[in-house]
């Protein structure tokens, strides 16, 4: 998927129809605790190009921010209406994969969220593309960043589309829940509810715990390595311990350390997203 077929696929909604996985990466609050992150770590030039692009010279109301809700979750909000998006949001890397293998795990789906990443953050720079669209490529790319890092996007286990075809029971919630709602919402939920903070304000209590030196390792790579970490995780963390055919009680070892694993995942979403936005408006 190259940057002018992005575009292309960009100005033609309905280009493309590929089944769409049920459910979407991290629930709303989670994309805005990646793009909070994110803005906090934006250097003055890049803060102050992208709030021209947002705002131009709005002279009343609030601003507009990565970190809106309306914002950084309009790529799902628009998933249906925008199909030949819908590839755009995971990669299928199977489990017993050695690597990330752009034919098997990317072409045969029409794009991935690795070639997203790559060619949104490429796409934001360019002058020689119109505002509107480097607008909605801002959109893509803020979300993308956040769908890469949601384990269960970088992976699938015999077919069951990243964990939504994999039933468990979560501590506490009577009813069964997919795996890929296990990550999406509920560990995310019980990590803001401890805290007794709303997502913005989460944001900023993980942002306060990256040391230099996990941003300078974090900073390194590209999206197919980003991809494959989560690969890794998704693998020795979210699978860890539940049958393939799903129907397990999640522990409370299980909840807790995936807690720790989740607040990493965010924390490494926002650097990276800082990065490419920093590099991208130089």
């Keep these: 998927m190259r940057t002018r077929n992005v575009l292309i696929s960009l100005l033609m909604p309905g280009v493309l129809c590929v089944g769409p996985r049920p459910a979407h990466a991290w629930a709303p609050d989670g994309h805005i605790i990646v793009a909070h992150i994110a803005e906090l770590r934006l250097t003055p030039e890049a803060q102050q190009r992208i709030d021209a692009m947002l705002n131009g010279d709005r002279k009343a109301g609030k601003p507009v921010r990565i970190s809106d ?6 790529a799902d909000y ?3 209406e925008r199909s030949e ?3 755009w949001h995971f990669v299928d890397i199977p489990f017993q994969a050695e690597g990330y293998d752009p034919v098997r795990d990317c072409a045969r789906h029409h794009g991935c969220v690795v070639e997203a990443v ?3 953050s490429r796409l934001i720079g360019d002058p ?3 505002q509107t669209e480097r607008v909605e490529a801002l959109k893509f790319l803020v979300h993308f960043v956040a769908d890469l890092h949601q384990p269960l996007h970088c992976a699938e286990r015999h077919g069951d589309k990243g964990g939504n075809l994999c039933v ?6 009577a ?3 997919k795996l890929h709602v296990v990550w999406d919402v509920h560990l995310v939920q019980k990590n803001m509810h401890f805290h007794r903070m709303d997502a913005l304000s989460f944001a900023e209590l993980l942002n306060s715990r990256i040391t230099k030196e996990q941003e300078a390792v974090w900073k390194q790579g590209t999206p ?7 690969h890794v995780v998704a693998v020795t963390k979210t699978y860890a311990t539940i049958p393939a055919g799903g129907g397990k009680i999640l522990s409370r070892d299980y909840v807790e350390t995936n807690q720790s694993v989740v607040d990493g995942q965010f924390k490494k979403a926002g650097i990276r997203l800082a990065e490419l936005l920093n590099q991208a408006f130089r």
């Design 69 to 74: 809700e309306r914002f950084c979750n309009w």
């Design 168 to 173: 468990v029971t979560f501590p506490g919630i």
């Design 85 to 87: 998006s819908a590839p």
């Design 78 to 80: 628009v998933r249906k």
């Design 118 to 120: 790559r060619d949104f």
């Design 175 to 177: 009813k069964p829940q």
């Design 128 to 130: 020689d593309v119109g």
């Design 224 to 230: 197919a390595d980003w991809a494959w970490e989560s």
